[in-house]
């Protein structure tokens, strides 16, 4: 085993003792077609005033050419209307040079473009180096998302609303507006235990390959909700976004598991559309399959048991039954797909659902487990980066504060404050 593929030691010894009175989790380890029964429906107070909307701001993770990013133009539409910030990150076929001048005009200084840099120094967390991450994927949503999150709390912004690029409102749901905005901003500050606020994205359905092929074969498959249209409450408490599939699946769960009333933290305030994309690309499905395996374990748990998932979720044991289900489930879906009319679509979705149980070879139960305690590992460690870069507020104006947090380390959120009497050392990442 490497280093980088090793549970860290603090963690895997406090699983070691945890008394885990349900080890079986049969039913957990198994693929749920839904998981909204942990959701609640965006309810506003009647009178629906707002104390104060100021002091927010919208991250957009920019990939796709501008003249293709109908998320950007919602961006920029609400960024006007309410008067917050806009920040654009970009790689791909994005690039800050070639950011729309008309949009740069109508924002001024409230918005803030650069262009994704290589590496950020004072976010070198070690599950965002773990094999996992870059087994057959190389999406990097979530190091931009982390970034927009570090800029936010530097900043001070009370509120972020994470939109992505090919987000387009609905002509039947028109929540995602201004009006939506404040309706949920009001219910952010009406109800303490109540963290993050979504959109599901309906039309295109925000599945994976896995759950576009259960469509496809006339099984149940419901949308979850995630961070294509994400509104958080924006302080040190926020988790960091982890750089495998579903990433704001983990960034929810890891929310809710920090919260005593955990079924009361995630609400929906309605739905958007999305850009059409090939739903049985075998590359998608095997950058997928990692994530996906780990997230719906995990959110299972979440379901189950609450903050108390860890005690399962730590056990090399849960990950075997997990990879297990899964390569049962895939297995049952293809024999399901060749009862489809649609004929071309099937071989296509069966050829993409073989790509991914080849993945199951490289991503194994006990990498599976150390992945996710490396994660566990890093929440403390990210949190006492937000703390520290809350404590160094100063006014600065967005522009500033990403320029800080790009070109130097500051304060390391992979570094581990040393304890009494115990000497430092750098561990090999």
């Not at 005009?105 to 950020?120: M, S």
């Not at 303490?192 to 959109?199: C, D, E, G, K, P």
């Amino acid at each position: 085993m490497s280093p980088v593929d090793d549970p860290p030691g603090e963690v895997r010894d406090e699983i070691a003792h945890i008394s885990c009175p349900s080890l079986t989790h049969a039913d957990s380890a198994s693929h749920r077609p839904s998981h909204l029964r942990i959701i609640q429906e965006l309810t506003v107070p009647a009178d629906g005033r707002l104390d104060r909307i100021e002091g927010g701001g919208i991250v957009l993770p920019a990939y796709r050419s501008f003249d293709r990013e109908p998320g950007l133009q919602l961006a920029t539409q609400l960024a006007q209307q309410l008067g917050w910030a806009l920040l654009v990150i970009c790689s791909g076929r994005a690039h800050a040079v070639d950011f729309p001048d008309e949009i740069r005009r109508a924002l001024g200084d409230r918005l803030t473009v650069i262009d994704r840099p290589a590496a950020v120094p004072s976010m070198e967390l070690s599950s965002l180096r773990h094999p996992l991450v870059r087994l057959e994927r190389s999406n990097d949503a979530a190091v931009k998302r982390n970034l927009g999150i570090a800029a936010a709390v530097r900043a001070g912004w009370r509120y972020l609303l994470f939109l992505d690029d090919d987000v387009i409102t609905k002509d039947d749901d028109r929540t995602l507006d201004k009006s939506g905005i404040e309706a949920a901003v009001t219910a952010l500050q009406a109800r303490s235990n109540l963290r993050a606020i979504s959109w599901t994205v309906e039309e295109f359905p925000d599945n994976s390959v896995i759950g576009h092929a259960r469509r496809l074969a006339g099984k149940e498959q419901t949308i979850f909700v995630g961070s294509a249209a994400l509104l958080v409450r924006c302080d040190e408490r926020l988790p960091f976004f982890p750089g495998v599939y579903n990433e704001d699946w983990m960034f929810l769960i890891a929310l809710a598991q920090a919260s005593s009333q955990y079924g009361q933290c995630i609400a929906r305030a309605g739905s958007v559309r999305q850009l059409q994309y090939d739903p049985y690309s075998s590359t998608r499905a095997m950058s997928e399959e990692p994530g996906d395996i780990i997230a719906e374990g995990l959110m299972n748990l979440l379901e189950d048991d609450g903050p108390a998932l860890w005690a399962v979720a730590g056990t090399p044991a849960y990950w075997r039954r997990a990879v297990a289900r899964r390569s049962a489930l895939i297995n049952d879906l293809i024999r399901s797909l060749e009862l489809t009319p649609d004929v071309e679509s099937a071989r296509r979705a069966r050829t993409a659902l073989n790509a991914a149980l080849r993945l199951h070879r490289s991503a194994s139960p006990e990498s599976l487990r150390n992945y996710v305690l490396s994660w566990r590992a890093d929440l403390p460690r990210w949190q006492a980066y937000l703390e520290a870069l809350a404590a160094r507020r100063d006014g600065a104006d967005l522009g500033t504060v990403v320029t800080e947090l790009t070109t130097q380390s500051g304060t390391r959120a992979g570094a581990a404050r040393p304890r009494p009497g115990v000497s430092r050392i750098r561990r090999t990442l």
